[in-house]
């Protein structure tokens, strides 16, 4: 796993599974240095159920608030010049839970750059849903499912997907709720065998093969997760019956390795 972090120090996958490895066997130091990568690839992490239960979660939130500030080293570490650096700021903020810092950079990031990818006003729909105002977050969350159902612009990162479903779950949109919690399960599910697998076995799946399915939840975040509950319930009489026990099975997967059990 370490040379598989190595090959791909992009996959936010290998991060979380490595982190998890190295906490396991008792190396905390790079566990730490394992888990603050992944949350410096997708900052929402910190809010996640798998990362809020690590031991290391306090310092793992510390190295993230310090890594919002360390803008001189973004562009080496990330490989590419981050133009727009107030708008990573804002999410690392949002994640932290720094709201009216996340709105400000947010602002500051539309003003100067008049953003068009869908996932910018996901990210501004859920901070409006945090900051209370519903009505607003509701607005947007309507008009990026309509996009996406559309495919005007399609919304593909399943942690987006499941917190647009949660606003509009939580707003009575039951039916557009459902589509995006299913699209995001969907997405989950693929992102382990077109890059996880390969990248650390270097073959295609095996099907009895427990590796990619080591930490599949680790885009559920905290305040969605009573969202999945009803995405479960519902998908249990909608879907045919093996589509159903799949995605009850993946459910069940929630708290990470740990508590796993597979049935082959």
Same mark, same amino acid.
């Given at each position: !796993?370490?040379?598989?972090?190595?090959?791909?120090?992009?996959?936010?996958?290998?991060?979380?599974?490595?982190?998890? !490895?190295?906490?396991?066997?008792?190396?905390?130091?790079?566990? @730490?240095?394992? $888990?603050?990568?992944?949350?410096?690839?997708?900052?929402?992490?910190?809010?996640?159920? %798998?990362?809020?239960?690590?031991?290391?979660?306090?310092? #793992?939130?510390?190295?993230?608030?310090?890594? !919002?500030?360390?803008?001189?080293?973004?562009?080496?570490?990330?490989?590419?010049?981050?133009?727009?650096?107030?708008?990573?700021?804002?999410?690392?903020?949002?994640?932290?839970?720094?709201?009216?810092?996340? #709105?400000?950079?947010?602002?500051?990031?539309?003003?100067? /750059?008049?953003?068009?990818?869908?996932?910018? +006003?996901? +990210? $501004?729909? /859920? #901070?409006?849903?945090?900051?209370?105002?519903?009505?607003?977050?509701? =607005? @947007?969350?309507?008009?990026?499912?309509? %996009?996406?159902?559309?495919?005007? &612009?399609?919304?593909?990162?399943?942690?987006?997907?499941?917190?647009?479903?949660?606003?509009?779950?939580?707003?009575?949109?039951?039916?557009?709720?459902? =589509?995006?919690?299913?699209?995001? +399960?969907?997405?989950?599910?693929?992102?382990?065998?077109? /890059? /996880?697998?390969?990248?650390?076995?270097?073959?295609?799946?095996?099907?009895?093969?427990?590796?990619?399915?080591?930490?599949?939840? $680790?885009?559920?975040?905290?305040?969605?997760?009573?969202?999945?509950?009803?995405?479960?319930?519902?998908?249990? &009489?909608?879907?045919?019956?093996?589509?159903?026990? =799949?995605?009850?099975?993946?459910?069940? +997967?929630?708290?990470?390795?740990?508590?796993?059990?597979?049935? =082959?």
């Amino acid at each position: !796993m370490r040379h598989a972090a190595e090959s791909a120090p992009r996959n936010t996958m290998i991060w979380i599974n490595l982190g998890w !490895m190295e906490e396991k066997v008792g190396d905390q130091t790079l566990a @730490l240095t394992s $888990y603050i990568n992944a949350v410096r690839l997708s900052p929402l992490l910190i809010k996640s159920n %798998f990362i809020r239960k690590s031991t290391l979660y306090p310092k #793992i939130l510390t190295g993230l608030c310090e890594w !919002m500030e360390a803008e001189d080293k973004w562009d080496a570490w990330y490989e590419n010049e981050i133009i727009d650096k107030d708008f990573w700021r804002g999410i690392i903020a949002l994640s932290l839970s720094e709201t009216d810092l996340a #709105i400000q950079n947010l602002n500051a990031s539309r003003d100067h /750059y008049e953003p068009s990818n869908i996932n910018f +006003y996901g +990210y $501004y729909a /859920y #901070i409006k849903q945090i900051n209370g105002d519903r009505q607003s977050a509701l =607005r @947007l969350a309507q008009d990026i499912a309509l %996009f996406d159902q559309e495919g005007i &612009q399609s919304l593909e990162d399943p942690c987006l997907l499941s917190i647009i479903g949660s606003i509009l779950h939580s707003n009575g949109r039951n039916d557009e709720a459902y =589509r995006l919690f299913l699209k995001s +399960y969907n997405v989950q599910n693929k992102l382990s065998e077109i /890059y /996880y697998y390969p990248t650390v076995h270097g073959q295609e799946m095996d099907i009895n093969d427990i590796s990619p399915l080591l930490i599949q939840s $680790y885009y559920i975040l905290k305040d969605t997760n009573d969202d999945w509950d009803w995405f479960i319930g519902q998908a249990q &009489q909608k879907e045919d019956e093996l589509t159903e026990k =799949r995605i009850l099975r993946w459910r069940n +997967y929630l708290n990470g390795i740990s508590e796993l059990v597979f049935i =082959r």
